[in-house]
């Protein structure tokens, strides 16, 4: 059975995924930059010692400016969305300056901080040797969301937002958003939503969610959408006994 793990760090309590097949592992988001990526990197090789890939699941910086440690680290398989592949060095350089500079002191120039990416587009899969992960572009809080399927689980970034309203930026499309989400709901097999931020969810909290985001694309203003918070997660192996790195939990 594949083993799914979440990472949370500073800045921004980014939630990075670590999917553990046979064969190989994925990493689900690499933060904003060497310091942070460092963190997660640690956290994960203290998990397993195969073979790693990356996927990101948008170009936001917390998410993908530390792809360069994991590529410094060794690891040479970078996958994305075909818009991710398309924005994320003009991302990049627009979004340097949000980086926290007290949690990045030695952020690199844009430039240094990528690396090449492929893109995968829907349907397209890796298999990870006993399991094998699918992916799903979609769109709405960017033009560059990915969602990662394996099992009954959906590694969904920040498309679901839980303890913290969404966040529209400049780059959100409210109304592709709502159909993203109602693209997810339709699936038949994911039970458990896995956000960039937050804990993970369930369908219940994602139609809720998706209420509130139709009303955004409605009204075309964000200024009463909600904070959600979803019940506890049970997660696995959290007792007296677990012996999992500080700040990692067990998902699956």
């Known amino acids: 059975m594949v083993e799914i793990y979440v990472f949370t ?32 990197l640690a956290a994960f090789r203290a998990l397993t010692d195969l073979p790693l890939a990356v996927v990101n699941t948008h170009d936001h910086w917390d998410h993908f400016f530390g792809n360069a440690a994991f590529a410094a680290d060794g690891v040479d398989d970078f996958l994305a969305s075909p818009g991710f592949v398309r924005d994320h060095r003009a991302s990049a350089w627009i979004q340097l300056e949000a980086v926290p500079l007290e949690h990045e002191p030695d952020l690199p120039t844009p430039e240094d901080l990528l690396v090449p990416v492929t893109a995968v587009d829907t349907g397209e899969t890796l298999s990870l040797g006993d399991c094998t992960v699918e992916f799903l572009p979609l769109g709405g809080h960017t033009e560059s969301d990915l969602v990662i399927l394996c099992e009954d689980v959906a590694l969904v970034g920040d498309l679901v937002e839980e303890g913290a309203p969404p966040q529209f930026g400049d780059d959100a499309l409210p109304a ?72 990692v939990r067990r998902l699956r």
Do not use: C, K, M
């Open 176 to 247: 592709r958003w709502a159909e993203s989400l109602e693209t997810l709901l339709a699936l038949p097999q994911p039970q458990v939503f896995a956000p960039g931020h937050g804990q993970p969810v369930d369908r219940t909290f994602l139609a809720a969610q998706l209420g509130d985001i139709a009303a955004v694309a409605e009204s075309d203003s964000t200024a009463e959408v909600p904070s959600r918070t979803a019940p506890p997660f049970t997660w696995v192996g959290t007792g007296a006994g677990s012996h999992l790195p500080a700040g």
């Open 9 to 40: 760090s500073d800045p921004v309590q980014l939630n990075s995924y670590l999917v553990v097949g046979t064969e190989r592992a994925l990493v689900v988001d690499t933060g904003a930059g060497p310091a942070q990526a460092g963190s997660i």
